[in-house]
Structure formats: C-alpha cells, structure tokens
C-alpha cells in the first residue's frame, strides 16, 4: 500500500513491528488482508503484501472518490429542464478514478485472470479455442461497430450483406433449411429452438397434447430448463453404461405425448452418438421434433451435416465453435439453423434474399411470408458476434474448417491415449470426438479428489479441465485441448498430468489438497459466500460502533 | 492454416500413438453414410489481406453513426466511448478467460463483476444486482418471469409507454409458457390510466422510464397501488445515462428495475452485444435469474470473490432452476463497469445533464420549424415529434442528405395510426453544427 505512494517498503516479518501504526483506518484494513497474503508466501513475506508482478487491488469503492472522474466534459450552459420535477436530488455514490488509476486497476485485475493466450484451456464442452485478434479488428470496423439497428435500411446495406453470408454458411455446413440468428447465447438459442418446435406442434393442433420433451440425463443443465420455462414437462432418458444413447431406450419412451428430444451429438461424454440416425427416424415417426444441442458442433464441421442425420433445429454457439471470445462469461451468440418443417416459425426480425437481390430485412410478423412465433430480442442479435464468426470463417474455409475439427479430434484422442494407462475411462477404452473423459474410479482409496486433482493443475500452470459434469459419471474429468494446441503443448501437458497422477497415486496427498499454492488465491470458502451472501460493497462500519 | 500448429509428421506420429490409421478412423461413430467424402461447398482458406479487404468491402456499405449528425435512438444511443475501455476490455486475460468457475485464477474478473453489481445496485437505487443479461429486452421477459415466481400469479400488465420491441419480446416468452399479458395502446403523451389495471390477479406491472416516446413518468403512485395489491413494480429504462440525471426507480419504490445498459461502455454494433442491467430487493434474491458474484475469503483468510447461490441456477436446478440462462454478458459488463469508473458520479451526472440540455435545445430548435410539433410536456435526452406527412419517408429523405434524424414509430409499431410520429434522440455527440444541418435538412424535406 505504502509503497504505492513513493515510499520505501518494509520488508520486516509481521509481528515485528508495526509499520501500519498511523495510517488511516482504510488503509490499514487493506495492508492486513495484504500481510495474510505475504505470510503465506513463505520465508519472504513483503510489507505491501505484494509479490513483485503479482499486485493486490483494491475495490474502486476503496481508491475512487465521488468527486474524481477519469473523463473531460464540459458543464452546459444554464437551462430549464423538462423533467417534470423527477429530477435526483440524492447522491448516488459512484466513485471515479482518474485515467491513470482506472488503467492500473483494470491492468492489476487482468493479470489475477487465466485466459487462453495464458496458458492450455482444457475446459471440456466449453471449447476454448485460439481468438484471432482479426476478428476483433473486422469487428471494430466502423461500419459495422459504429451502425444503429434501427437507422435506415438504405444505410445498413452491408450489415444486412454479413447478417445474409454467415446465415448462408451455416446453412451450408448444417444443410438445414433456414437459420434464426437473433438468439444471444446457447441457452437463448435453444429456447428459439423449442419455441419454435411449440408453434409447430400448436400449429398441428396437438398443443394440449404433445407436452413432453426427453431429455438424457448427460444433458447439459439448460437443456431441461430450457423445455420447463416454456411450459414442456421433461422426462429424463437413462444413461447407458456405454455412454451412448440407445434407439431402444428412446422408443419405450416415445408416445402421442411426446413432443421432443434434446439430444446433444457429439455428447456431453465425448461420443459421437452412434443410433443418431435411427433415433431421428423414431422420433419423426412418433410425430415429434429432433433438437440438437450444437455445443459440440465444432467436433464435426465439415465432417458431417446434422441436416443429413434428421436434426429439426440446433443451436450453434458462436463463441466456441467459431471462436468468438468467451470473454469471461459472454457475450455469446446463439444461432439456431432449422429443418424445412420448422423454418416457417422462425423468429423475428431475420433476413431474406429473393434471387439475385439484395438481402431484405423482415421486422414484424405481418411482414412475414411465413409464420414467425415472436420475437427473442429487441434487435438483430449480436451482430459484433456475426462479424467475427464470419471472419473465422473466410479465414479458415472449407478446408480449414474441416481440418480444425479432425485436429481438435485427434488432440484429444492423442491425450486419451496418453493418459489410458493411468486414468479411467468410464465407458471403456474407445475413441472419443473433441474432447475425452475420465472418472474417478483411478483416484480411490488415494484421498484425493477430482477436484483437489483439478486444483493442483492450476498450481502447474493450468486451467483445469471441465470438472463433475456430465452428471452421469462419477468425479467427471472432461478435456478437451482443441485443435490450437502445438504437439508439444500437448506433451508437456500430459507429462504434467502422469506426474500428478502418479503422485496421487504414491500418496502425495498435500499437493492436491490444500493446492492451488501459487495462484492468486487459494481455495475460496464457497459455503461462506452463499450462507451469507455478501453482493456488494458496503461502507465499512465507523471504528467506534464496529468495537460495540 | 496459420490458426493451426499441428504439422502432417506431428499428425502421424499422433496418430501412431493412438493407434490407428487415419483419422477418419477416430470419426468412425458417424453412419458411413453420413460421413462427408468431400469438403463443403465454401470458399477455401483466406489470408488475413483477403478477409480483410471482404470485411471492409461490406462494413463500406453502412453509414456509421460517427459520420453523420446522428439522432437515432429508441433503445440504442450513440454515446462517446473513451479509448481506455476498449483497449482494457481487448487484454488477453479478460478476452479469452471464461466464466469464472475456478475462482482462484479468475479474480480479475470476479473482481469487477462485484464493482459493476455494486454500481448498478447504486445507479438504480436496489439493494443488490445481478452479472448481468443478455441486454434490456431479454433481462424484461426474465424479470417478468422472476414477479410470477415471487407473487405466484400469472399475469402481467404492460405500460404503453414500453419499447415495442421489449412487448414483444415478453408476450413471445409469456404466450409459450401460457402466461396473461395485459399490453396497454401505445401512450404517446403518458397518459395511461395504468392504476385501473392493478388488482389482486395482478403478477407485476411493466413501466419503462423514460418511455419509448420520452415521457419521463413517476413511478411512486404505481408502486403504491402494486403494493396494495401484492404486485411487484418492474421499472424498464433503455436509456442508462437518464440515471444520473432522473430519480432512481428504486427511491420511487420500484420492486425489479431492468434496463439496457449499452449506453455506457458499449458500441451500437447493430443491436448487439449489449448488456441488461438486472436489480432487485434483496428480499426476492433467490428468485433472480443469472449470474451473481460474492464476497468471501480464501483458505489463508485473504478476501476474494465466487459465483455464488448457484442452486438457483439451470448448471444444479435443471427443470427447476429460475432460469434457463448459462453464459451472459462478460466483456460488455467490464465495458460499462471501466466506463462507469471513469465517469464516477461527477462525470455520470455532467454527462446526464449534457444529454438533457442538448436535446432540450434539439427541441427548441425542431420547435420553431414550420410542420414540426415537439409532443412530449418531460423528456430526458429523446422526444417525440409530430411531422406533417408520414416520418419514414422524411427519415428516408433526411437520410439522402446525409443526416440520420431519428426512428419513425411506425418502424416499431406499423398500423397503429402513428405513422407521422418521429422519435428523435440527443446525446453528448451531437453538436451545435448537427442541430444545425437537422434543422435545414428537415425544412428542406417536409
């Protein structure tokens, strides 16, 4: 804290002396959290609390003032406002920082922050792939950064150019019939999915009716949230000790009340599901809809079509398979490409292009050739997503693309392989799409968990790998490297996890219990956190009354 | 492919080790039919040049809002950005991190999700608020959804002064999950009788202030009556700057307040990606939808920050969770958190007022032109105004002449009989020289 400020540290032991005698009460609030730290590093404690490039930062709330702002406006001259008298009359308690503060923050807080350009990802069904800083730039492009959604058509002509090529591309590589790109996510866009698959089934006048959606109990968790917010009751098909998804299980489920499955394909075990084909044909036989969970497209582009496998709609994140940011936490982009029997209930607004044309824009129902359910979002979609998946794929092409998914593939599998001797495969030792999983069946009897496993990856400098999901395996592992990974990251990599495997297994209990050591911080009291939910900054409490 | 580092002999010697021949031996799950033999039909692989010069080819066809006088809002608003938020929000560790679900390397980011709940708390007048939605109309259907759960009642009243697209938007959600949706005719002048709708059946009543024409409306004789009958006030903005200027929803006693959060930190982009500001009283915390983050302490006692109450989430809830939402808007959030920290309170309230007294003179001056009338008695830094022929024709007019004026309401409500209605925006942007060739282009079109 001090040094902050110009002057010299202290490196004394704490306890020793007291350097934090005289600062203000805020100060020394933040220096005692800072000596904790500085105490568990060890033989070198420091008086800031602060190991060299690793800087502890406090909330804006406690180095911001009211007063101070970090951006040059001039005050307007004197008016007569038209605010009916609603005007604020309270302090809203917002602090500033100056420009020089505010980058230091940020800066210090980035760098407590594991992305991908750190280090291996291995987030299974998360795809953390490489981001291509020339779709940041192309995004950023005035033309398309800089455009309102609602000014003129005639001004948007080349938004609404992009919007028409990435629709056709999706398309392509799905070869499904249409593709409902306004969705904001994964999640947003499964629930354009299945609304979709609601007009459909009202429309047949089976809407009392047909009220059920299957749904495999290794689904991701939005998947059956998903069906129950609009109003579908979910029945859950069982998990098979083959991870795969039988033909069988599905029809003994099937009925006149069914009005769905939610497949994930590949699935949340990494497996392609092999009965894909003639669950699609059960399920149209039964007059239901085939919705795929697309988040593990990016295993398959190119390799294979979900139109050619029977799908009636599928999401596609744009985020992970066409890499666009994940940002931490968002935003995503979550187009649904949709079959011929459902592409009539597509949402609006979407894009149409009659031959030859340009593309037209449709914004209301009543505009519409067809007949769209409603709409999911107040605007187009993310179009700053559009641009980047789309610059990911002129970048890639056809021939990029398809070699990306066999690379992503055969990374994966080349880990699988790596790890088999060590590490259990919950459904035996067979190949796997884009990303591989393990349970804990090979950590018994060492008192290590899967997550004091997945802790101790970070101390090695990794992020560690999709933990307890799918919910169907035991202390799941799921890794998935992506085709960014060189061979010798790969290696590294999987000589990093036999040494931790091997030292689970010879009982080297303190390195995976009490890890991670090294990171910013150790292991976060959760239970704390949501016992007594604390969700934002509040003054302290003035000395005297905190001491009553 | 230069996004690719495996090499052909890094291929073989993979596949050596795996124990097969080909790749496509690893794909072997896919029916034999249904495996492609050839590449798609798609252009090849590009070089950096070629993407580029395609990209800009298209981003050429679009007037951008800096190149105009620019008067277009209606649920977007062009607002200057300073050049520190962008080049933060592009660092690497905030980029290309995911969801902070290992909270040990991803305090950065939990570390400003706590700061941005804190200052949305504070801008709306709540006592907590969540990470954020997808944007504003989304985070209306979750909060609409979220007053069913709390009052366990199904129905909700819409004020005629919300965004069109946000009705929408809510009655799409409402009508499938086979929800009442009472939606009052457009108000252009702020006049609903609101209050009549309000009942015991009632879930939640929705009011946008300002609203889609501009009004500025006092939500306290709404909360009042809501209170009464144990419904809940959901007040919508789309305009997060009118917060520094106008009294929060939460000191008028709003129960959800929901709004749009782009104005601060984001580009227009097209509608997307935007960031919705989601808030609450603390009592109706276990029925949020999203994302929240915690404070807590780490095992040497040091404060750090969690995802927390997650088993209201889809990730443990499944078909019981408070909603279906997963990922939602992480770097535009850090967006408007840099972008509020730099303004602080200071420079949120100057720059609030700036709108106001630029889009007080905009009306002043489109006042005095002949065929123009300025409907709106209160408005923050958008307004309605009456044309003498029908507004999409003058826009599409105006726009020949290099001025973007506004949104035309019959783009947002067609057939309603409000086809010369114009809305017109103003931010700190705009100058006196746009007013100016507003002004002129206006008289020369009408």
């Known amino acids: 804290m001090l040094n902050r400020q110009g002057r010299p540290s202290a490196p004394q032991a704490h306890g020793v002396s007291d350097p934090a005698a005289g600062m203000g009460d805020e100060a020394a609030r933040l220096q005692g959290d800072a000596s904790k730290a500085g105490g568990a590093a060890g033989s070198h404690p420091t008086f800031t609390g602060n190991k060299a490039l690793a800087q502890i930062e406090p909330l804006i709330f406690e180095i911001g003032h009211t007063e101070t702002t970090g951006v040059d406006l001039d005050e307007p001259d004197a008016f007569k406002p038209r605010l009916g008298g609603l005007e604020r009359k309270d302090a809203i308690g917002l602090p500033g920082l100056s420009e020089p503060e505010a980058m230091r923050h940020y800066v210090r807080l980035s760098q407590m922050n594991y992305g991908i350009d750190t280090g291996l990802f291995p987030l299974g069904s998360c795809t953390m792939k490489h981001n291509a800083r020339l779709n940041e730039r192309m995004a950023r492009l005035p033309g398309f950064s800089d455009v309102h959604p609602l000014q003129p058509v005639s001004t948007v002509k080349g938004a609404l150019e992009l919007m028409s090529e990435l629709a056709r591309y999706l398309v392509t590589l799905t070869n499904m019939t249409t593709v409902a790109l306004s969705p904001k996510a994964g999640a947003h866009g499964e629930l354009c999915g299945m609304m979709a698959i609601k007009a459909a089934i009202e429309a047949r006048g089976e809407g009392k009716t047909r009220t059920v959606v299957l749904v495999p109990d290794s689904a991701h968790g939005t998947n059956p949230a998903t069906a129950a917010l609009i109003g579908f009751t979910v029945k859950p098909v069982p998990a098979r000790e083959d991870g795969w998804v039988h033909v069988e299980d599905v029809k003994k489920l099937l009925g006149p009340d069914v009005a769905a499955i939610m497949l994930t394909n590949p699935n949340t075990c990494g497996l392609f599901e092999n009965q894909v084909a003639e669950i699609a044909k059960a399920i149209h036989d039964a007059g239901a809809y085939f919705y795929c969970d697309g988040a593990n497209f990016n295993a398959i582009v190119g390799k294979a079509k979900p139109g050619d496998l029977g799908v009636d709609a599928m999401h596609i994140n744009l985020h992970k398979t066409f890499s666009t940011p994940h940002g931490g936490g968002g935003p995503g982009s979550g187009p649904v490409v949709l079959s011929a029997r459902l592409a009539p209930y597509a949402p609006v607004p979407f894009v149409t292009v009659t031959d030859g044309g340009e593309p037209t824009l449709v914004e209301h129902e009543e505009d519409a050739a067809e007949k769209p359910f409603g709409r999911m979002t107040a605007f187009h979609g993310q179009m700053g997503m559009y641009v980047r998946a789309l610059s990911y794929m002129l970048s890639h092409g056809s021939d990029g693309m398809k070699q990306a998914s066999e690379d992503a593939v055969l990374n994966a599998n080349y880990i699988r392989a790596s790890l088999a001797d060590l590490f259990s495969q919950p459904f035996g030792d067979k190949p796997c799409m884009h990303e591989v999983l393990f349970d804990d069946t090979w950590l018994k009897d060492t008192g290590v968990t899967t997550l004091d496993f997945a802790k101790a990856m970070i101390d090695e400098g990794y992020h560690p790998m999709t933990m307890y999901f799918p919910l169907v395996v035991h202390g799941a592992m799921l890794i998935e490297p992506t085709e960014s990974e060189s061979k010798a990251s790969l290696d590294l990599f999987i000589a990093t996890l036999r040494d931790l495997a091997m030292a689970a297994k010879k009982g080297d209990k303190d390195r995976f219990v009490g890890a991670p050591y090294h990171a910013p911080r150790r292991r976060l009291d959760e239970t704390r956190a949501a016992r007594t939910p604390v969700l934002k900054w509040t003054p302290p409490a003035p000395v005297a009354e905190a001491a009553e | ?446």
């Open chain 2, 1 to 446: 492919m230069r996004y690719l580092p495996l090499s052909d002999t890094d291929r073989g010697e993979m596949l050596a080790r795996i124990g097969v021949k080909s790749v496509d031996d690893l794909f072997a799950d896919i029916p034999k039919d249904k495996l492609l033999k050839n590449l798609i039909d798609l252009p090849r692989r590009k070089g950096e040049m070629e993407v580029e010069r395609i990209l800009s080819r298209m981003a050429s066809r679009n007037v951008s809002a800096s190149s105009v006088p620019f008067f277009v809002g209606a649920g977007a608003y062009k607002h200057h950005v300073p050049a520190t938020v962008d080049h933060l929000i592009q660092r690497s560790e905030f980029l290309t991190s995911y969801t902070p679900y290992q909270p040990e390397i991803a305090q950065g980011t939990l570390q400003y999700l706590f700061e941005f709940q804190t200052q949305v708390a504070a801008l709306t007048g709540m006592e907590v608020a969540n990470a954020s939605m997808y944007d504003g109309s989304t985070g209306t259907g979750e909060a609409v959804l979220m007053a069913h759960r709390v009052t366990k009642r199904r129905k909700a009243v819409l004020s005629g002064g919300l965004h069109p697209h946000y009705v929408d938007v809510v009655k799409t959600l409402s009508d499938m999950a086979s929800d009442d949706v009472v939606t009052l005719a457009p108000d252009v002048s702020a006049t609903e009788d609101l209050l009549a709708q309000i009942d015991d059946s009632v879930s939640c009543v929705v009011v946008q202030t300002p609203d889609v024409f501009g009004n500025v409306r006092d939500l306290k004789p709404i909360a009042e009556k809501t209170r009464q009958h144990g419904a809940l006030l959901i007040a919508v903005f789309t305009e997060a700057v009118s917060l520094g200027l106008v009294q929060s929803p939460g000191s008028q006693g709003a129960d959800i307040v929901v709004g749009e959060g782009q104005s601060i930190g984001n580009a227009l982009n097209f509608g997307g990606p935007y960031v919705g500001l989601f808030a609450a009283k603390s009592k109706y915390i276990r029925q949020m939808p999203g994302r929240l983050c915690g404070e807590t302490v780490d095992a040497d006692g040091n404060r750090g920050f969690v995802l927390t109450l997650s088993t209201r989430e889809q990730h443990i809830r499944r078909d019981k969770a408070t909603s279906n939402i997963c990922t939602n808007s992480g770097l535009c959030t850090l967006a408007f958190t840099i972008h509020m920290t730099l303004l602080g309170e200071a420079g949120l309230t100057r720059l609030a007022r700036i709108n106001h007294a630029n889009a007080v003179k905009l009306a002043d001056r489109l006042a005095g032109v002949k065929d123009v009338e300025v409907l709106n008695k209160t408005f923050f830094n958008e307004f309605t105004v009456k044309l003498a022929k029908p507004a999409a024709d003058v826009v599409e007019q105006l726009a020949e002449k290099g001025v973007l004026g506004g949104v035309p309401v019959s783009r947002l409500l067609p057939g309603a009989g409000l086809d010369n209605l114009l809305l017109v925006a103003s931010t700190e942007v705009n100058t006196d020289d746009d007013r100016a060739a507003f002004v002129a282009a206006l008289k020369e079109v009408l």
